[in-house]
């Protein structure tokens, strides 16, 4: 069975300061997928990112970048100088590779970001 | 940009009362989807649907729920009789058809469901 754990509940940061996400999966499959999405206070779900199982470069966007690491089975996220419009719930989520088409998503219990200015 | 919309964002209802919510995916979305997010919790799957019919559905998704895209572009989730556990944000969720790697799922704003 897959799972994800965001061992953080909860994070505060004082604005421009750097924080880091963790999220650790599990899954049985060889080829699988890692996302994150943003649920800011309005309460939809922003996608980020997608990754999968075989590449796992590094990735950054803007302030933001991700660490993909296979052997701790761990996909974490970094917000660089981070700004008060990144409060919001985190949430890291896996999925299988396509069988019979797209896959559910299996998602962590979030983590919530608050940054102070 | 393209994306996901839902009706209503609130409903309030009363136990064992039938509800609808609908979702428009992205138009050329073909894969669609139901979750949901009991208060302060993770977000869980329901049911994907693909080519008229449901592809999967979890054990949530009991024989209280349904799914049915009605025409071209509406796709929606009826709860029968709506139990007070019921009460949760329900996120509507498309993509492409996906063909060696899984497409992203694009979400749409949620309808808070309150079950009194």
């Known amino acids: 069975a897959q799972k994800v754990t965001q061992a953080q509940t909860e994070i505060s940061v004082v604005e421009k300061e750097d924080v880091t996400l963790d999220c650790v999966y599990e899954t049985r499959d060889t080829t699988y997928y890692l996302f994150w999405y943003k649920q800011p206070p309005s309460g939809e779900l922003v996608f980020l990112i997608r990754?999968?199982?075989?590449?796992?470069q590094n990735e950054i966007s803007g302030r933001y970048s991700w660490n993909f690491q296979k052997s701790t089975s761990s996909f974490n996220f970094t917000i660089t100088a981070s700004q008060v419009v990144d409060s919001a719930v985190y949430f890291c989520?896996?999925?299988?590779?396509?069988?019979?088409?797209?896959?559910?998503?299996?998602f962590g219990t979030g983590t919530r970001l608050t940054i102070i200015p | 940009e393209p994306e996901v919309t839902q009706t209503p964002s609130h409903q309030v209802t009363q136990m064992g009362q039938e509800v609808i919510l609908r979702c428009v995916p992205i138009s050329n979305h073909l894969y669609f989807y139901w979750y949901r997010q009991i208060l302060g919790q993770k977000v869980e799957f329901l049911v994907s649907?693909?080519?008229?019919?449901?592809?999967?559905k979890s054990e949530i998704f009991d024989d209280q729920f349904s799914v049915e895209r009605p025409d071209g572009s509406n796709f929606t989730l009826k709860i029968r009789s709506t139990k007070l556990e019921d009460s949760a944000m329900y996120f509507c969720?498309?993509?492409?058809?996906?063909?060696?790697?899984?497409?992203?799922?694009?979400f749409g704003p949620g309808t808070r469901l309150l079950v009194l």
């Open positions: 989520a896996l999925s299988d590779a396509p069988r019979n088409g797209n896959e559910k998503l299996t």
């Open positions: 969720a498309s993509s492409f058809p996906s063909g060696s790697y899984q497409e992203t799922q694009y």
């Open positions: 990754r999968n199982s075989f590449d796992e």
């Open positions: 649907f693909y080519n008229n019919e449901i592809s999967e």
